[in-house]
C-alpha cells in the first residue's frame, strides 16, 4: 500500500492516523530515543519530518537515525526547498493555498520539480492552510502570508475545496507549531465534510482530549510535535487517544 493509499483508506474507512512532528533542529538527542521507542510501541502511523529552519545535515542524521531504529514511514515536511532528501520514504509536496505568495503556491516547487521527478520519494500533492493560532507563527513569518482568521470557517470551507478542484491530494489546516489556539473543532468539522480528500491537521495539540475531540470532528490524520518534544511521555496518550477516535466513529 502506498502512503496516500492509506490516508485514503483513513478517510473512505474512518479510521484515524496519528503522526508525530519531528523538527530535527529542535528535537534534543537524549529525546530522540525515548521518542522512537515509544513511537513504535504507541502504534504512531506517520513521522512527519521538517521545521521552518532545518539544516541539511542534520536533516540527513535524524533520517538515518529513526530508520535504524524503527519501521514508521518518514514523510518530509519541507519549510523550505533545501529540505530535501532521498533518505524518506514520502513528500509533502506543499502548496500554500491559504497565503498569496506566488513563490510558495508554485514558484518552489518549478525549482524543487527535477529533483523530485528522480527520487524515490512517494509525492503527496498536499494543500496547507495556515489558520490562525492566536500567535504570529514562524511559518506566517517567513511565508509572508497571512493565516486564515480562526473564526472564518467558511473561508477555511472555500478554500479547502479549491484546493481539490484544482487536484491536490490532501489537505493539511495547521495552526503552525507552538499555536496558542490549535484548529477548532467547528471549523475541523465543515472542512472535512466538504472534502472527498483526507484531512491532516496539527498544530497546538497539548492533551489527548484535544487530539481526540479534532479526530472526532472529522479530522483523518492529526499531528503533533511540540507537546511530544516537551513531554515524549505523551506519545502513548495522544496516538491512543487519536485512533480511539475511530472505534467510537464506527460504532455510532
Ligand atoms: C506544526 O502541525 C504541526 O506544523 C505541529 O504543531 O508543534 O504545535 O504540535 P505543534
Do not use: W
Not at 226 to 238: G, S, W
Request: with cysteine; glycine share 8%.
Amino acid at each position: 500500500m502506498t502512503l496516500y493509499q492509506s490516508f485514503e483508506e483513513a478517510k473512505n474507512t474512518g479510521s484515524k492516523k496519528f503522526i508525530v512532528l519531528i523538527d530535527p533542529d529542535k528535537v534534543r538527542l537524549g529525546n530522540m530515543d525515548k521518542i522512537l521507542h515509544l513511537a513504535s510501541q504507541a502504534k504512531v502511523d506517520y513521522f512527519f519530518i521538517g521545521g521552518s529552519l532545518v539544516v541539511n545535515n542534520m536533516l540527513d542524521h535524524c533520517l538515518e537515525t529513526i530508520k535504524k531504529s524503527c519501521d514508521i514511514p518518514m514523510i518530509l515536511f519541507p519549510g523550505n526547498s533545501f529540505q530535501l532528501s532521498y533518505r524518506a520514504d514520502g513528500i509533502l509536496f506543499l502548496s500554500l493555498i491559504s497565503g498569496r505568495n506566488a513563490e510558495l503556491l508554485i514558484g518552489k516547487h518549478v525549482i524543487t520539480a527535477p529533483y523530485l521527478k528522480v527520487s524515490p520519494l512517494e509525492i503527496l500533492p498536499t494543500g496547507y492552510m495556515l489558520i490562525d493560532g492566536g500567535v504570529p507563527t514562524t511559518v506566517s513569518y517567513m511565508s509572508n502570508t497571512q493565516p486564515i482568521p480562526s473564526s472564518k470557517d467558511d473561508v477555511a470551507l472555500c478554500t479547502a475545496m479549491a484546493g481539490e478542484m484544482l487536484g491536490l491530494k490532501l489537505m493539511y489546516m495547521d495552526a503552525g507549531s507552538g499555536a496558542k489556539n490549535p484548529v477548532s473543532e467547528s471549523m475541523i468539522d465543515l472542512v472535512s465534510g466538504g472534502l472527498s480528500i483526507p484531512l491532516i491537521v496539527g498544530g497546538g495539540i497539548r492533551t489527548p482530549e484535544k487530539a481526540f475531540a479534532n479526530a472526532k470532528a472529522g479530522a483523518n490524520a492529526i499531528v503533533v510535535g511540540n507537546a511530544i518534544e516537551k513531554d515524549p511521555n505523551l506519545i502513548i496518550e495522544m496516538s491512543h487517544a487519536v485512533h480511539e477516535a475511530a472505534s467510537l466513529r464506527q460504532s455510532t
